[in-house]
C-alpha cells in the first residue's frame, strides 16, 4: 500500500430521497445554464415554471420506486466496489460521490476529501460520455464548492472492457429470454436538445462510438439502431426518439432487446421509463418480446474500466484533463470537447 492517499470523486446526477424532494430538484436541475441556455431572468422563470408543471407526474414515477430515486444507493455501491478494487491494486483511495442537483452536493464531498486529508484527486464522472451538460457541469460545480484541484477524466467511451460489459449484459439478456430470432437492439441514450449538440457537444457523436465499438461483440444477425430518449420541453431533440424506435421495430414485427447504453446505474430513466412506460407502448403494438438489458452497476469489467481510468490519469501527473485515450478523443470540429479546450487554452 502506497502513502499517498487518493480520493477519487464520482459525479453523477442525482436524484430526491422523497417525493417531498422532487420539485426543489427540478428546479435545481433546470437552473443549471448547462441545461437550460438562457439569460438568467429567463432561466429562474423557466426552472419555477417547469419544476411546478412537471413535479406532479414525476412524484408519481418516483412513487412507482418507493418514493425517491434509487440513484444515489446504487452509486454507493460503485463507490465501494471502486474503493476495494483501487485497495486490491494497492492503492490507498476512497471513494466520495459528488451529486450534481441533489444531496450529497459537491461542497459535502469537497469537506470530506479534505478532511480525509488525500493527497491526490481524481475527478471521475459516471457518464461515459462527455456532454457540457453533465460532466463539464460537475467539474464546474466542483470548482465553484473549493474543490482541490485534480485531474479530471473527461470520457471513456469505447474502452473494451466498458464495452464489452454491455455486451455481455445484452446476450446474457437476449439468452434469458430464450434467443428470440429477428432482433432489433435499440441502443437507448439520454437525448439533448439539438441546439447543443450543434454548438459543439460532442456528446451524440461519443455515443455514435460507444456503438460503433459495441457491434462487432454482438451477433452479428441483429439489428443495431441508436435512439435517444427522456426529451423534455418544446426544443428539437436529437433523435430517433426510444419510443418512436420502439413502434417502428412493432410495426416491422421485430424482437426488441433494449440497452441503456449511455446509463451506468439503474434510475428513473431505465425502471421507469423504459421499464414500464416503453413496455406499456411496446405492448399496445403487440411486440411478442421486449427484452431490457440491465445498466452495468457493478459489473467487474464496468469496475475494472474505472479502477484502470484511475490508475492510467495518476500515471499521467501533467494532465489536469485527460481522455481514456490520454488525449482527445473528439474530431476538431466538436469544439466543446475539453481536451480541445485545453489544448487551445495553452497554446494561447
Partial sequence: MTSEKIAVVLFNLGGPDGPDDVQPFLKNLFSDPAII???????????????????????????????????LPETKKQAAALEAELVKRGRNSKSFIAMRYWKPYAAEAVSEVLAWGATKVVLLPLYPQFSTTTSASSFKS????????GAAVCCYPDVPRFVEAHARKLIEAWEAAGKPSNVRCLLSAHGLPEIVVKSGDPYQWQVERTVAALRPLLPSEWEIEICYQSRVGPLKWIGPPTDASIEKAAIDGKAILLSPIAFVSEHIETLVELDIEYRHLADKHGVKHYIRAPALGVDEGFIGTLADLVEETLADPDKSIRSSCGGRICPANWRDCPNRRASVTKAA
Fill in 37 to 71: 441556455r438562457s439569460p438568467l431572468p429567463v432561466r429562474f422563470f423557466v426552472s419555477r415554471l417547469i419544476s411546478k408543471t412537471r413535479a406532479p407526474s414525476a412524484r408519481e414515477n418516483y412513487a412507482r420506486m418507493g418514493g425517491g430515486s434509487p440513484l
Fill in 142 to 149: 466542483w470548482k465553484e464548492a473549493g474543490g482541490p484541484a
